[in-house]
T-cell receptor, first 115, second 115 residues
Framework: DQQVKQNSPSLSVQEGRISILNCDYT??????FLWYKKYPAEGPTFLIS?????DKNEDGRFTVFLNKSAKHLSLHIVPSQPGDSAVYFC??????????????FGQGTTLQVKP | DTEVTQTPKHLVMGMTNKKSLKCEQH?????MYWYKQKAKKPPELMFV???????INESVPSRFSPECPNSSLLNLHLHALQPEDSALYLC??????????????FGSGTRLTVV
């Protein structure tokens, strides 16, 4: 049972345009969501997070939107840059993972930003 | 210091060898984690230590043995591994295992190859 889903394995956008990465979850007990960026053979790098008490969090070019009723969150990158090309993982935590700190990851979306 | 440091970065070991992976953080985090990541897959939780006590073992084979000597250090002892254990092993730390902003931080990982 996959509790966090990223249904798009890959996404390709032109430099300067918006990238939108989507994530769905099934467990309503999750109360904290994170996005990570990962390059091959490296550990995940934290990008941005959002608590379930908010519906939007912005940090520079990155904005995360949370729709609790739809159990959906999205990451917007504007403007997209070639250096953003990487695998992006959505992760969830909170009482939905037993309040253990355990992160439940989606399968990842590979973003390619073309110059 | 806002980093999780993992050593070594790369490790090649035979199936009869004994080796150890090391992880260190000085952020005052009281929860530490081992994750395993195969290529193009999300990280999978192996172990959670909370306040230096093992709180979660995700049914990991006994050839992997975690150890938390103190609140800043986490080791993973390896013995009699199989080639299918080859993966990127990630250490992470966070403030605690409760909901909210964990301050979750990943190390850059140890790339393990079992021959």
């Amino acid at each position: 049972d996959q509790q966090v889903k990223q249904n798009s394995p890959s996404l390709s956008v032109q430099e300067g345009r918006i990238s939108i990465l989507n994530c769905d979850y099934t467990n309503s007990m999750f109360d904290y969501f994170l996005w990570y960026k990962k390059y091959p053979a490296e550990g995940p790098t934290f990008l941005i997070s959002i608590s379930s008490i908010k519906d939007k969090n912005e940090d520079g070019r990155f904005t995360v939107f949370l729709n609790k009723s739809a159990k959906h969150l999205s990451l917007h990158i504007v403007p997209s840059q070639p250096g953003d090309s990487a695998v992006y993982f959505c992760a969830a935590s909170g009482s939905g993972s037993g309040n253990t700190g355990k992160l439940i990851f989606g399968q990842g979306t590979t973003l390619q930003v073309k110059p | 210091d806002t980093e999780v440091t993992q050593t070594p970065k790369h490790l090649v070991m035979g199936m009869t060898n004994k080796k150890s992976l090391k992880c260190e953080q000085h952020m005052g985090h009281r929860a530490m984690y081992w994750y395993k990541q195969k290529a193009k897959k999300p990280p999978e939780l192996m172990f959670v230590y909370s306040y230096e006590k093992l709180s979660i073992n995700e049914s990991v084979p006994s050839r992997f043995s975690p150890e938390c000597p103190n609140s800043s250090l986490l080791n993973l002892h390896l013995h009699a591994l199989q080639p299918e254990d080859s993966a990127l092993y990630l250490c992470a730390s966070s403030w605690s295992g409760t909901g909210g902003d964990y301050g979750y931080t990943f190390g850059s990982g140890t790339r393990l190859t079992v021959v």
